[in-house]
T-cell receptor, first 107, second 116 residues
Framework: DAKTTQPPSMDCAEGRAANLPCNHS???????VYWYRQIHSQGPQYIIH???NNETNEMASLIITEDRKSSTLILPHATLRDTAVYYC????????FGAGTTVTVRA | NAGVTQTPKFQVLKTGQSMTLQCAQD?????MSWYRQDPGMGLRLIHY???????DQGEVPNGYNVSRSTTEDFPLRLLSAAPSQTSVYFC???????????????FGPGTRLTVL
């Protein structure tokens, strides 16, 4: 399975957009990019996924580069409730969670 | 739909005791899995199942058994609890494992286990 690399942490101001990068240079042609987040000690929550086109839903937008070697999750208007650990995953179904990016939204 | 439910929410065991963590989903999902999360760490896959009667090992299966006799239930058994198994356990399910574009997983609230 392809591995992913994410920055360990980032801060964001409330109301501003949060852009979370992820590298997945060994991704294969039929692997999707999935994003999850985990708020405090709750179970992870699915956010969004995509193959090669940009995707948007009520929670976030996902931008995947043309060569599919990296992607960016965008939280358009971060709120304090978006403070969480965000995981970028490339896997068929056996999810492999690394350390993720700890996002802290500050008032 | 209740989604993915787990019982108990909290459990304290003594070394050597056995117990079963329960997981159920009411979404008719094909795929179910168990993860453990140690403090400050990411989730690690213990066992998974792609359908009733089919299970397989994940990254850290030692000390745990699973079975999948129905689509809805996927219990995790600790055979002889050890302090190293102190962790938070999450169960998850997804509609399909074959369709890579439909693998979003739904997680339960977790079981917090302490082994003394």
């Amino acid at each position: 399975d392809a591995k992913t690399t994410q920055p360990p942490s980032m801060d964001c101001a409330e109301g501003r957009a949060a852009n979370l990068p992820c590298n997945h240079s060994t991704i294969s042609g039929n692997e999707y990019v999935y994003w999850y987040r985990q708020i405090h000690s709750q179970g992870p929550q699915y956010i969004i996924h995509g193959l090669k086109n940009n995707e948007t839903n009520e929670m976030a937008s996902l931008i995947i580069t043309e060569d599919r070697k990296s992607s960016t999750l965008i939280l358009p208007h971060a709120t304090l409730r978006d403070t969480a650990v965000y995981y970028c995953i490339v896997a068929p179904y056996k999810l492999s969670f690394g350390a993720g990016t700890t996002v802290t939204v500050r008032a | 739909n209740a989604g993915v439910t787990q019982t108990p929410k909290f459990q304290v065991l003594k070394t050597g005791q056995s117990m079963t963590l329960q997981c159920a989903q009411d979404m008719n999902h094909e795929y179910m899995s168990w993860y453990r999360q140690d403090p400050g760490m990411g989730l690690r896959l213990i066992h998974y199942s792609v359908g009733a009667g089919i299970t397989d090992q994940g990254e850290v299966p030692n000390g745990y058994n699973v079975s999948r006799s129905t689509t809805e239930d996927f219990p995790l058994r600790l055979l002889s609890a050890a302090p190293s198994q102190t962790s938070v356990y999450f169960c998850a399910s997804s509609r399909s494992y074959r369709d890579r574009g439909s693998n979003e997983q739904f997680f339960g609230p977790g079981t917090r286990l302490t082994v003394l």
